[in-house]
């Protein structure tokens, strides 16, 4: 089992900023790929971007530019860095874990491990 814990989430003004972390404890060593989802009201969910082990990363095209995606392999932690934050990007973001060895997945279903949320908001 792997267990998932995001954090810094909060309140901030548009253009500014926030690091998101999600801290894995368990079974990390089995964790291929990391991915960041949120949620808004009335949405569906979606992913903002992934890692995997050999650092390969994806990014939905509406944060290309803005976002970055980090893993401290050490601290079993992931970061998301969001920079010229925008109204839209309000949402609960959710950290994900998928074990199996593959490609990034791009649904919700290609991850086995989720952690509580933490909500983001951006005020105009």
């Known amino acids: 089992q792997v267990q998932l814990v995001e954090s810094g989430g909060g309140l901030v003004q548009a253009g500014g900023s926030l690091r998101l972390s999600c801290a894995a404890s368990g079974r990390t060593f089995s964790i291929y790929v990391t991915a960041w989802f949120r949620q808004a009201p009335g949405k569906e969910r979606e992913l903002v971007a992934a890692?995997?082990?050999?650092?390969?990363?994806y990014y939905a095209d509406s944060v290309k530019g803005r976002f970055t995606i980090s893993r401290d392999n050490a601290k079993n932690t992931v970061y998301l860095q969001m920079n010229s934050l925008k109204p839209e990007d309000t949402a609960v973001y959710y950290c994900?874990?998928?074990?199996?060895?593959?490609?990034?997945?791009?649904?919700?279903?290609?991850?086995?491990?989720w952690g509580q949320g933490t909500q983001v908001t951006v005020s105009s």
């Open positions: 890692v995997n082990w050999s650092a390969i990363t």
């Open positions: 994900a874990a998928d074990p199996s060895p593959r490609r990034i997945g791009l649904g919700g279903s290609d991850y086995d491990y």
